[in-house]
C-alpha cells in the first residue's frame, strides 16, 4: 500500500445535536471498560483508546510516530473514519481522513477541517464539534501519567501536561458560551474546568 499525507478534510455535519463521547487514552480508561461497551452515542477513539472500543464511529490519530501507530490500530477498528491530524506524520494510509491544527487553542475552531487542541484528547472534543456534537462527554482525560496501555509516550514528563492543560480553562468558556456541554468523566483527572460527572449518568 502506497502512503501519503492525504488532502485536509472538511468535517461532514453528522452528528447535529447529538452526544458524543471521546474516549482518551488514560489510565482511568481501565477500569472504566465494562461501562465503555455499554456506552450508546457518537464515539471518538483516540489512538490506543481503540481497544475499548473497536467500533467507535472514528479512529483519532495525532502525535509522533503516526504512520507506526497506524499499522498497528488501524487493523482494529471497525468504524466509519480514521482521521489524522495535522503533519504528525508524512505517510498514512491513503484511505485515512486528515484535518489540520488551528494556531489559537483556546477556542473551538470553526472551521471544517481545523482542530484546536494541544492533546489528541481536546483535539478530538473539537473534532466532536465540528461533527456538530452539543453534548460532549470526555474519558480517560486524566493529565496524570500514564496510559491504560502500551503507548509510544507512557510516562509523559510533567511539563507535557501543564502545556496541554494551560489553554483548557478558556476552551471551557468558549464552549460554555457557544451552549455546547463538555463533561469530564474521567475519575483520576486534573482538569477541572469542565463539568464532572460519574460515567454511570451517561449509560
Known sequence: MTWTLPTPWKVPREWVGERAFVLCTGESLKPQRAMIRELRGRIIAVKHAVHARPDADVLFLSGEGTAEVAQELIPKFTGKYVVVRGKSDSSVP??????????????????????????????????????????????????????????????????????????????????????????????????????????????
Open 94 to 203: 491513503d484511505f485515512v481522513k486528515r484535518v489540520t491544527r488551528t494556531k489559537d487553542h483556546t477556542r473551538l475552531c470553526d472551521l471544517p477541517d481545523h482542530v484546536a487542541g494541544r492533546d489528541s484528547g481536546t483535539s478530538s472534543i473539537n473534532l466532536s464539534h465540528l461533527f456538530g456534537a452539543t453534548e460532549i462527554i470526555v474519558l480517560g482525560f486524566d493529565m496524570v501519567g500514564g496510559h491504560f496501555c502500551k503507548h509510544p509516550m507512557q510516562y509523559p514528563p510533567e511539563s507535557h501536561f501543564e502545556r496541554h492543560m494551560e489553554v483548557l480553562p478558556a476552551m471551557a468558556e468558549d464552549a460554555k458560551a457557544r451552549g455546547i456541554r463538555i463533561v469530564n468523566c474521567s475519575p483520576i483527572s486534573r482538569v477541572t474546568c469542565f463539568e464532572r460527572r460519574p460515567l454511570e449518568d451517561f449509560l
